[in-house]
């Protein structure tokens, strides 16, 4: 057993049509449903038909920086300077996605050896202005990107140097090649989504540690968007469990964290859950956790309905990966696929969890009178994406007020109407579809 893993899990390395306004359902997103995926398959064919019937709305690739960078560049802003060498599945996937409406998130690491005093590409970069002029050449590259996660599990020490047990210094560190990275990025784009942190479920600073020392040097915490998160599962995925003890962080805790989180930047900041996953049949030299496949699709749905009930909290849950690795002792079964391309259980669960993409376009009045909701109805107006079976809801809390089901028709309008004997105050309306994010809007009763 790894020092530090709690008792049991074992690891080896690790329009309402009213005179009122209305409002459209963009602003609150849910959350995407993300997947580690290469471009092709190894039988060579592409993988985006793939992608399309699982229904995904973001492929997640990593970019090497020092791959890219063997020597330093000239112009280390300008993608075309002859010392990068970019990877050709990445342009190949950044092209595609386009044309299957795939958002595209790349996490970028590894430090050259120039970069950071001839030491390992774990080792931080000696100034974060060269990972951050890195950035804006990859921004420049692949100008469709628009999620960037800085680092993989910098709270690891075989991640991101420097880092000892529970000490200040690795957190530290990243907080200023974060809050470098941000500039950058934000100054190519300000639709690009920084995504900071990206801390894993145990490591050598527990994540709530790594983000209470993850300060700046005047104090401050770096500036981020979305607070990545890597919530590998020690038990079955449930929010109604308690806390890990000594700080581990589990898709079960994605609540807690989601509280400590927001507590340290005084606001809501979204949680990007970018690697999510469970083996299957047997454990691996990455993770000696495993379940049966049965019950690895069982994961997989629990932890996609977690980002999905927690709404804006969660920005996004990501699967780990499409492929198991190839047939070995010690490979990591924790794919979608066999490497032979069999569909494991856990595909259909995929095809089957919420997505963003799908989510249908809402509409209705930002307040309504209570005679209006006795009488003729809170009129609710739903565009689905595709077809099927609807649930509009009036809840007050957790009480449920009005209820509508009806099929919806893709590319159909459909206004329905949530009639109840309700007093004043704040109420949700909630809709409910098969392979959809819910969506949750808010309404003032007067």
């Excluded at 599945?89 to 299957?100: C, G, K, L, Q, Y």
């Excluded at 990025?185 to 993850?214: C, E, Y």
């Excluded at 469990?241 to 898709?251: A, K």
């Excluded at 949680?271 to 956790?289: D, M, P």
Aim: hydrophobic share 40%.
């Amino acid at each position: 057993m790894r020092p530090g893993w709690p008792p049991g899990c074992f690891a080896r390395t690790v329009p309402v049509i009213a005179a009122l306004v209305f409002a459209l359902a963009a602003p609150a997103s849910g959350a995407e449903k993300a997947l580690w995926g290469p471009a092709a398959l190894p039988d060579g064919r592409s993988a985006f038909a793939l992608y399309d019937e699982l229904g995904i709305d973001t492929l997640q690739m990593s970019v090497s920086w020092a791959d890219v960078a063997t020597s330093r560049p000239a112009s280390p802003t300008d993608p075309s300077d002859p010392a990068y060498r970019w990877p050709a599945d990445v342009t190949a996937a950044a092209s595609e996605a386009i044309a299957h409406e795939i958002r595209l998130s790349l996490l970028v690491s590894n430090a050259p050896p120039w970069a950071n005093g001839n030491r390992p590409s774990t080792y931080a970069p000696t100034n974060p202005r060269d990972y951050a002029d890195f950035l804006t050449a990859a921004a420049r590259r692949y100008p469709a990107v628009r999620r960037w996660m800085i680092w993989g599990e910098p709270n690891r020490d075989d991640r991101f140097q420097p880092n000892a047990q529970n000490d200040p210094a690795g957190p530290r560190t990243y907080a200023l090649l974060l809050d470098a990275a941000y500039a950058a990025l934000k100054a190519q784009s300000p639709n690009n989504k920084v995504i900071g942190a990206n801390t894993w479920t145990s490591g050598t600073v527990k994540p709530p540690d790594f983000l209470r020392h993850m300060r700046l040097p005047g104090g401050r915490p770096p500036r981020l968007d979305w607070f990545g998160h890597n919530p590998f599962p020690f038990r079955r995925p449930n929010l109604a469990e308690g806390p890990l003890p000594g700080g581990f962080r589990d898709i079960s805790d994605t609540d807690t964290l989601s509280r400590e989180v927001r507590r340290a930047y005084g606001r809501l900041v979204p949680l990007w859950l970018s690697e999510y996953t469970i083996q299957s049949e047997h454990g691996s030299i990455v993770f000696a956790t495993f379940v049966s496949r049965a019950a690895q699709a069982q994961y997989l749905t629990r932890g996609y309905a977690i980002g999905d009930e927690l709404g804006s909290a969660v920005a996004g849950v990501g699967w780990l990966a499409l492929l198991d690795e190839p047939p070995a002792a010690d490979s990591a079964n924790w794919g979608l696929l066999t490497y032979g391309l069999r569909r494991k259980p856990a595909f259909a669960a995929m095809v089957r969890a919420p997505s963003e993409r799908l989510r249908p376009t809402v509409r209705l009045a930002r307040s309504a009178t209570r005679a209006m909701v006795r009488g003729p109805g809170l009129a609710v107006r739903v565009l689905p994406r595709r077809s099927g079976q609807l649930t509009v809801e009036l809840r007050k809390g957790a009480r449920r007020r009005a209820r509508v089901r009806f099929r919806g028709v893709a590319g159909r309008t459909r206004t329905v109407r949530l009639r109840a004997a309700v007093g004043r105050g704040p109420y949700t309306v909630k809709l409910r579809m098969a392979r959809s994010s819910t969506v949750s809007r808010s309404v003032d009763i007067r």
